[in-house]
């Protein structure tokens, strides 16, 4: 099993940079996929980002390709998400989540954080 706790999010101004954190707890941790995904207010929760557990493949919706940087660091069981460019419509709470592959799905995820708050103010 794999517990979740994400971090860094926050108020920025429009254009401003914000850098998500998605620690993990268990053993298992790097033979896990690990997505972001974000839900703003009256909105179904949106595939954002995606990295394999070997690093080698990255994924990203196309509202945040350019803008948005997926890593993983398996040595510290954190998965990162550099958001830089943010506009008020990236105003949401960002989720990490795991999976056994690295999918726009959510239902394919299997464990979930609690997620955190990240405000855009135009």
């Known amino acids: 099993q794999v517990q979740l706790v994400e971090s860094g999010g926050g108020l920025v101004q429009a254009g401003g940079s914000l850098r998500l954190s998605c620690a993990a707890s268990?053993?298992?941790?790097?033979?896990?996929?690990i997505g972001w995904f974000r839900q703003a207010p009256g909105k179904e929760r949106e595939f954002v980002a995606a990295?394999?557990?070997?690093?080698?493949?990255?994924y990203y919706s196309d509202s945040v390709k350019g803008r948005f940087t997926i890593s993983r660091d398996n040595a510290k069981n954190t998965v990162y998400l550099q958001m830089n460019s943010l506009s008020p419509e990236d105003t949401a709470v960002y989720y990490c989540?795991?999976?056994?592959?690295?999918?726009?799905?959510?239902?394919?995820?299997?464990?979930w954080g609690q997620g955190t708050q990240v405000t855009v103010s135009s």
């Open positions: 989540a795991a999976g056994r592959i690295p999918a726009v799905t959510s239902t394919l995820y299997l464990y």
């Open positions: 268990g053993r298992t941790f790097s033979s896990y996929a």
């Open positions: 990295i394999s557990w070997s690093v080698t493949n990255t």
